[in-house]
């Protein structure tokens, strides 16, 4: 069986993760503003630093990191141009675990419908092409119509297929799933039809897999953190599936109050007022003293964090799990914290039923 991708879990020993790349530093020096050019320069910069503090931090713990390729940049023109797509700002491949999702010896590949990521995952093409010639299986969401300037009840209504990939938690034989846009239309990523698409294509393949829902949408990793068999960490109980309430539950204070016009803003990444605030007033600031669900555990024993919290902290000692702090200066700028910006391609270990299995906790 091959072993180019063998991944089951959050939790078991990883071996092999691909990271996410930035824009090179340079991306914004077409910009005829000084201040912008100088702004994201240092944005750029920094993030970059923090990375490759991150991939020091992996391969010294033995796993093997794997990088994207930037396959767009910046000039301030359309970089795609369809009769109905047009961007001027595409994604840089960042966060690879928006839309790629390993799992058991497959690569499953999503859309998610912004304009900006449609060609995010050609990013990946080398790396995915190399693991499909070792014997992985690859699968691609059927392409779909993404029209600029249209939201997901459009999409809905046109029966869309798109999902996120970080809509999904592995836990062996489960599968944790958030709310697509129709469970949850504030919060929700993806459409039902795109949810149906993925778990229709695991079925195929793992037909012993079952599909577990939490009852809120976006992002589950921003939510739920599996760090161990028996051991989840959240900022809301309630938002655990009832067939887990018997794990052990670090349940996060969140006490961090961003304040109303930054978020508001962030999602306006590249606007002038916008990048001046972050650099003005919020570098330095979100790092030590705020604490993220959104984790990378390394084994059941290791998980890294963006943050740090005394109180979490000690309940992970106590369960015998050592964190590590990392310094993502820009985690909130780029709105991903260390789960967004990589994605397991290697795990040590088989598939378990960690739910219903007693032993395992």
């Not at 797509?85 to 840089?92: A, D, I, L, R, T």
Request: aromatic share 14%; with cysteine.
């Amino acid at each position: 069986m091959t072993k180019s991708i063998n991944v089951w879990s959050e939790f078991q020993p990883l071996k092999k993760v691909v990271l996410g790349a930035p824009f090179p530093v340079e991306t914004f020096d077409w910009h005829e503003d000084e201040e912008t050019r100088n702004v994201m320069r240092q944005i750029f910069k920094e993030t970059a630093e923090d990375i490759k503090v991150l991939e020091g931090i992996l391969k010294d713990k033995g796993i093997e990191v794997v990088r994207p390729k930037n396959i767009f940049t910046i000039t301030g023109e359309e970089q795609i141009k369809l009769p109905w797509m047009h961007c001027g700002f595409p994604n840089h491949p960042l966060m690879p675990r928006d839309t790629l999702m390993p799992y058991g010896k497959s690569m499953f590949e999503v859309f998610t419908g912004s304009d900006n990521r449609y060609f995010e995952n050609l990013a990946y093409y080398d790396h995915c092409s190399q693991w499909f010639r070792e014997g992985a299986d690859w699968v691609s969401m059927p392409g779909v119509l993404v029209e600029s300037g249209k939201k997901y009840d459009h999409f809905v209504e046109n029966d869309r297929l798109l999902y996120h990939a970080a809509n999904m938690i592995k836990c062996g034989r489960h599968i944790l799933f958030s709310q697509p846009y129709e469970g949850d239309n504030k919060r929700g990523r993806g459409t039902a039809l795109g949810r149906e698409w993925i778990q229709r294509e695991i079925k195929l393949r793992y037909p012993d897999t079952r599909f577990l829902d939490i009852p809120v949408g976006g992002h589950i990793d921003g939510k739920i953190a599996l760090l161990k068999p028996g051991v989840l960490m959240t900022w809301n109980r309630n938002w655990v599936p009832k067939e887990m309430e018997g794990w052990h539950i670090i349940e996060v204070a969140d006490d961090f109050d961003m304040p109303e016009d930054f978020q508001q803003t962030r999602k306006r990444r590249f606007h002038k007022e916008y990048v001046s605030k972050w650099l003005d007033h919020w570098v330095g600031c979100p790092d030590e003293s705020v604490f993220d669900v959104n984790v990378l555990s390394l084994d059941e024993n290791t998980v890294i964090c963006t943050g740090k919290n005394e109180a979490a902290f000690a309940e992970m000692e106590a369960h015998g799990i050592e964190p590590i702090y990392w310094n993502f200066r820009h985690q909130y700028f780029w709105d991903g914290g260390i789960h967004c910006l990589t994605s397991d391609i290697v795990r040590e270990g088989d598939c378990h039923d960690y739910i219903t299995n007693k032993a395992y906790f």
